[in-house]
């Protein structure tokens, strides 16, 4: 199983994050997982650097930040020699408050390292114990030189991602390269729109993905309403994902994902794709938070 994650726009500051010991030295980019985006995560990253050291009121602009985050502005600027932490220290908000990789024992917590991956404007993909730097850069950035980051990584991840989907996030490739021919394994898909642009699962492997809508249920004058609400949606998908690495729970595909999840206490409608090369449609019904 690999479950794919959105960031969060808010990053914990690597001296503040808990988990890991202090703080390590500059950012490594041979070091990261998925290697076959190593070219893409230089490339991205220089540009972003000497947007950030260059002109900070530009920087600003490209990267949308009001005039209380010109600090993230600076902290860009420095990427290249700020302390790293694990990627799951980093990231914050919502979601990963909900689905707690610290409070995770030793076992889940492994199967955390080895499935979950988490998208990124700047590295394009990352596991959680991957160690980067605090920073600022959404996917739906569009760099002066790269432009928009959502369409960049298709090439590379188109590269690298369908092997890592096809492994189930079982092991690590030395290339970190697919060539688009790997198949198998369950993917849950729970990013949000503007990161799934990077990389959409197609063929076989699509049919064998599950993507995720977190529907909230009032009763109004005795009639129910379903909508979507995002602080439900993103606390709903943290905890998802923990109940699935608690439980040691490795679905295969999309229908035992189904009976997996209602096993473990969640209302969920499914609906299989109406044709080849489609991923699963998923409806979590909650009630409250």
């Known amino acids: 199983m690999l479950v794919l994650l959105p960031p969060s726009e808010g990053k914990a500051d690597p001296i ?6 202090a703080p390590r030295g500059a950012l490594d980019l041979g070091t990261l997982s998925l290697p076959g985006l190593t070219a893409a995560r230089a490339e991205v990253l220089a540009e972003l650097v000497e947007l950030c050291s260059a002109d900070a009121v530009k920087a600003r602009e490209v990267l949308g930040l009001s005039e209380g985050l010109k600090g993230e502005v600076a902290k860009n600027a420095g990427l290249r020699t700020a302390g790293t932490r694990p990627a799951g220290e980093i990231y914050t908000g919502v979601l990963y408050d909900a689905l707690g990789l610290a409070s995770l024992d030793a076992a889940a917590y492994e199967r955390a390292a080895r499935s979950l991956l988490v998208f990124s404007g700047l590295w394009g993909a990352v596991r959680i114990d991957d160690r980067i730097p605090s920073y600022r850069c959404s996917m739906g950035v569009k760099l ?41 394994g369950l993917v849950l898909d729970l990013r949000s729109a503007a990161y799934a642009t990077a990389w959409k699962p197609k063929g076989e492997q699509a049919e064998r993905t599950a993507t995720v809508r977190v529907l909230q249920s009032k009763i109004v004058n005795g009639v129910e309403k379903r909508s979507v609400v995002s602080h439900f949606n993103k606390a709903t998908k943290g905890r998802l994902v923990r109940d699935l690495l608690v439980a040691g729970a490795e679905p295969a595909d999309p229908a035992e ?18 044709k080849a090369g489609k991923p699963w449609a998923l409806d979590v019904i909650v009630t409250e938070l």
């Open 16 to 21: 503040e994050a808990a988990r890991g010991g």
């Open 144 to 184: 002066p030189g790269l432009g928009a980051l959502g369409a960049y990584w298709r090439g590379p991840m188109a590269e690298v991602l369908p092997e890592a989907a096809a492994s189930g996030g079982a092991a690590r490739s030395a290339s970190g390269r697919g060539g688009g021919r790997a198949t198998g």
């Open 257 to 274: 994902l189904v009976e997996t999840l209602r096993g473990l206490g969640y209302a969920v409608e499914a609906q299989a794709p109406a």
